[in-house]
């Protein structure tokens, strides 16, 4: 099965993203892009929307997975809250009709200058990662005449068990403040002006494909809460972040219903707002990052297979050694080889995939599946590469959501310094 399936899928040799054949994306907007299914993406949403439903709950859908104006919009049209971490995502959601409201702001390095913005805002609350914070944001809120919410990100000191650069729950990692001393944090917390504590949340991983260690987290919060709140503290809600791993190969990944389901029975009758940061799970399966073949060539052994999109415009490969499904996007044109798919980069780890089996020619189109998701938002302009478009498929319709960068963008705000 298609990552992405049944939105995102192969037919006759045609890939369809909802009901537009990939080939029809191309012609009329270039490639490379990225192509997200609206419908994929209303259904991951309700994935979690149906199974919290009966239980006082934001969904808190992290921006930094894909901050697209247009996906905001959908997920804010949806009723979603926001996981921020930066004054840019701040005002990116506020900007696609964002309820600040339901916001949550979280971060190692917040400044003082954000801390402003998300109090003007009017934000739900600060996850707070150390007692330097919490001072801070103690003496910016009192200087603007405002009282701070504020949740504690503990670092349950739980190990997600997924690649070592997307684990963060670990004590060795810089998340959080260590189990041990939050409940010290939460009575100075208690002592402040300016501040007034609202909730607890944890983050411990991310593309975490046994649960487990989600379960762990979650138990270290309700124990911690419990003894909290025994003592004083008031609490209102409880995140356990995101976390939850999409297929991009052949991974079994925890079922969302029933995750969700094992978190509301661990709540129990407790009088705490669920929160939840999913990310990944949201997007990654909704979108394709559709490409042309520029090139083929043989090395030695190797066939190598360089298409126009790079690691500028996905990084992941590169970075974390990810794995993402490459298929061609129209009916085979020849007979099938294995292919290494590279970019047109100088850099070795230009590699987006190995030995993909594939029947393709030149000007051919290719699709990178499961790109919906840590695509876009972590690409760059290395080699002075104008960024992908991004389109959004919904049914009949397809509406450009980002433009194509042109070259003179990239080099626009540069100066050659003037000499006497
Ligand atoms: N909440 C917090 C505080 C986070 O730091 C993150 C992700 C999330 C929620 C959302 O996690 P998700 O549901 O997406 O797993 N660039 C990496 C992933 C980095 C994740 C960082 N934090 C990748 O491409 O795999």
Redesign the pocket.
């Known amino acids: 099965m298609t990552p992405g399936a049944p939105f995102i899928v192969r037919k006759d040799g045609h890939l369809f993203i909802d009901q537009w054949a990939a080939k029809r994306v191309a012609d009329q907007l270039g490639t490379p892009c990225f192509v997200y299914s609206k419908a994929a993406l209303v259904h991951a949403w309700h994935q979690y929307a149906d199974a919290l439903e009966g239980t006082p709950h934001l969904i808190c859908y992290?921006v930094?997975?894909n901050s697209n104006l247009a996906i905001l919009n959908l997920f804010a049209q949806l009723g979603a809250g926001f996981?921020i971490?930066s004054g840019g995502e701040l005002a990116r959601v506020l900007k696609a009709g964002g309820r600040a409201d339901r916001v949550v702001f979280?971060g190692v390095g917040k400044t003082e200058a954000e801390m402003r913005a998300a109090l003007y805002a009017g934000i739900k609350c600060f996850?707070i990662e150390s007692p330097s914070e919490l001072d801070r944001l103690n003496r910016v809120a009192g200087e603007m005449g405002k009282v701070a919410p504020i949740s504690i990100r503990v670092n349950p000191d739980v190990d997600a068990k997924t690649?070592a650069?997307?684990s963060?729950g670990k004590k060795e990692n810089k998340f959080g403040i260590g189990y041990d001393m939050a409940p010290d944090v939460y009575a100075k917390a208690l002592d402040l002006a300016n501040i007034r504590i609202t909730g607890i949340d944890a983050?411990i991983?991310?593309?975490?494909l046994d649960p487990e260690p989600l379960y762990a987290a979650m138990q270290r919060l309700l124990d911690l809460a419990d003894r909290l709140m025994a003592d004083g503290i008031p609490l209102h809600h409880i995140s356990n972040?995101?976390?939850?791993g999409i297929q991009y190969k052949d991974e079994k990944t925890a079922d969302i219903g029933a995750y969700v389901k094992r978190l509301r029975d661990m709540l129990g009758d407790r009088k705490l707002e669920l929160l939840l940061?999913?990310?990944?799970?949201m997007v990654g399966n909704a979108g394709v990052l559709l490409t042309k073949v520029e090139v083929l060539k043989t090395a030695g052994e190797k066939n190598f297979c360089v298409i126009d999109a790079a690691m500028n415009d996905l990084a992941?490969p590169a970075i974390?050694g990810?794995w993402h499904e490459i298929i061609a996007a129209s009916p085979d044109s020849a007979p099938v080889r294995n292919w290494d798919v590279v970019g047109p980069v100088c850099e070795s780890t230009d590699k987006l995939g190995e030995g993909r089996p594939m029947g393709i020619s030149e000007g051919d189109l290719v699709a990178i599946l499961s790109a919906g998701?840590?695509g876009m938002t972590?690409s760059s302009n290395y080699n002075t590469r104008p960024r992908a478009a991004e389109v959004l498929i919904d049914g009949e319709d397809a509406f450009v959501i980002r433009k194509r960068e042109v070259i003179a963008d990239l080099f626009r705000d540069e100066i050659i310094p003037e000499r006497a």
């Open positions: 992290a930094k997975a996981d971490v979280s996850n690649h650069h997307i963060t983050h991983g991310s593309q975490v972040g995101g976390g939850l940061e999913p990310g990944r799970s992941r974390y990810a998701a840590y972590m």
